[in-house]
């Protein structure tokens, strides 16, 4: 079973959009929370991450939004871009990182 | 440059033929791991390594098998494919586990098993 779930499967927005990119877990255990981005023919690559000790991480115009309680975790893209259609993964892990765990991704398609 | 090199990118073999894909990262890291990733399952963990002579299983390490060497090598080994392991398979690593969680990942090599 799926420790990470993430939704939407797919989104497509229009350029200056803000799609949302959901996901959940159960496991209390996982303490880094990163969301990775993969172009087509690309490894993933890393894009932001998140600890459990802030609500909100903020890079540029991506964030992350943070939900201990709810154990959810969320990735906005701000005034999204062409460039930005990508397949997305949240992902979780214990403390020493020996594991990762990742969502089944989110494919973004952002229309000029 | 820094990075992660699997090869082969590309793969068609058949049944129970024995193959190995290599990893290897010029980055003097610690970690490495295998993934494959499969339509609407993400990428799933195969093995980790947190370094030279220690590996682990991950959630799916049913048919795979791998060696830690030497710290820059990590090599998947699929003793005798089956089509269900036709799939994307990535390498990643990490510098220090414990410290540091970005993962580094290769290029992937597509898999396919007939």
């Known amino acids: 079973q799926q420790q990470v779930k993430q939704s939407p499967q797919s989104l497509i927005v229009q350029k200056g959009g803000i799609p949302i990119i959901n996901c959940a877990y159960e496991?209390?255990?996982?303490?880094?929370f990163p969301w990775y981005q993969q172009f087509p023919g690309k490894g993933p690559a890393l894009l932001i991450a998140?600890?459990?000790?802030?609500s909100e991480k903020k890079e540029g115009r991506f964030t992350i939004s943070f939900n201990k309680s709810a154990k959810q975790f969320s990735l906005h893209i701000m005034d999204s871009q062409p460039g930005d259609s990508a397949t997305y993964f949240c992902?979780?892990?214990?403390?020493?990182?020996?594991?990762?765990?990742f969502g089944s991704g989110t494919k973004l398609n952002v229309k000029p | 440059e820094a990075q992660v090199t699997q090869n082969p990118r590309y793969l068609i073999t058949v049944t129970g033929k024995k193959l190995t894909v290599t990893c290897s990262q010029n980055m003097n890291h610690e970690y490495m791991s295998w993934y494959r990733q499969d339509p609407g399952l993400g990428l799933r963990q195969i093995y980790y390594?947190?370094?030279?002579?220690?590996?682990d299983k991950g959630d799916v390490p049913e048919g795979y098998k791998v060696s830690r060497k030497e710290k820059r090598n990590f090599p998947l080994i699929l003793e005798s494919p089956s089509p269900n392991q036709t799939s994307l398979y990535f390498c990643?690593?990490?510098?220090?586990?414990?410290?540091?969680?970005?993962?580094?990942f290769g290029e992937g090599s597509r898999l396919t098993v007939l």
């Open positions: 992902a979780a892990s214990p403390r020493n990182f020996n594991k990762f765990y």
């Open positions: 990643a690593s990490s510098l220090m586990p414990g410290v540091a969680g970005e993962l580094f």
């Open positions: 496991n209390t255990a996982f303490d880094y």
């Open positions: 998140i600890r459990p000790d802030v």
């Open positions: 390594s947190m370094n030279v002579e220690v590996t």
